[in-house]
């Protein structure tokens, strides 16, 4: 059964510092998008993302935050320079777009 | 704002007890309506969905969740839980379209004990 895939599945970074989470949809979707759970809270909807161009974002995803899909398989999320607040679960998720959200493993970021 | 509440974020229960947690969902229009699980160190995995149609809706592992348009309410039931359901449930909403933002609620940790 296809599955989302997300890299690094953990990553500790200083503040100030960028980094950059890589996630593998399912290859036949067409929409994609990023949610993060602080650790003890909600998941919290980031950006969703279709035909090349960002349709809908919250207020969470600033301009330190920008998403790319830089060739037909990856879709990443970059955070130019990262809070101590950025700590959380980061989930990747795709969709064929019919509202079923297929969600990735997560990437755990850790700044320090 | 949309919003979503489920009313337990702890369940206790013993194997082969009756399951149900609570959601409630605050938006007026179409909605799509989800419950998620996440098993112990795994990502959250579909448990089933509501799009349209008849209001009882099964899932796997024995789920179901029932539809209430007049309650805003997607209640997830399960007759005889299991160890394995061990999990954090988490209910969701996608409201205004087919590829909008899931809207989670907190989710509920439900532990089973043999």
């Known amino acids: 059964e296809p599955e989302v895939t997300q890299t690094p599945s953990h990553q500790v970074t200083q503040m100030g510092q960028e980094v950059i989470l890589r996630c593998v949809p399912i290859?036949?979707?067409?929409?994609f998008y990023w949610y993060r759970q602080i650790l003890g809270q909600k998941v919290e909807f980031l950006v969703s993302?279709?035909?090349?161009?960002?349709?809908?974002k919250s207020e969470i995803f600033d301009d330190q935050f920008s998403v790319e899909r830089p060739d037909g398989s990856n879709f990443t999320l970059k955070i130019r320079s990262t809070k101590l607040e950025d700590s959380a679960m980061y989930f990747c998720?795709?969709?064929?777009?019919?509202?079923?959200?297929?969600f990735g493993p997560g990437t755990r970021l850790l700044v320090l | 704002a949309q919003s979503v509440s489920q009313h337990n974020h702890h369940v206790i229960l013993s194997e082969a007890a009756s399951l149900e947690l609570g959601c409630n969902y605050s938006?007026?229009?179409?909605?799509?309506l989800f419950w998620y699980v996440q098993y112990p160190g795994q990502h959250l995995q579909l448990l089933l969905k509501?799009?349209?149609?008849?209001?009882l809706v099964k899932g796997i592992k024995g789920f179901e969740a029932e539809f209430i348009k007049s309650k805003f309410s997607f209640n997830l039931r399960k007759p005889s839980v299991q160890w394995s359901d061990t999990a954090e449930y988490f209910c969701?909403?996608?409201?205004?379209?087919?590829?909008?933002?899931?809207?989670f609620g907190a989710g509920t940790r439900l532990a089973v004990h043999p």
């Open positions: 998720a795709s969709s064929e777009g019919q509202g079923t959200q297929y």
């Open positions: 290859s036949n979707h067409l929409y």
């Open positions: 993302f279709y035909n090349n161009e960002i349709s809908e």
């Open positions: 938006y007026g229009g179409t909605v799509n």
């Open positions: 509501y799009f349209s149609g008849d209001p």
């Open positions: 969701a909403v996608n409201a205004g379209g087919g590829y909008n933002k899931l809207i």
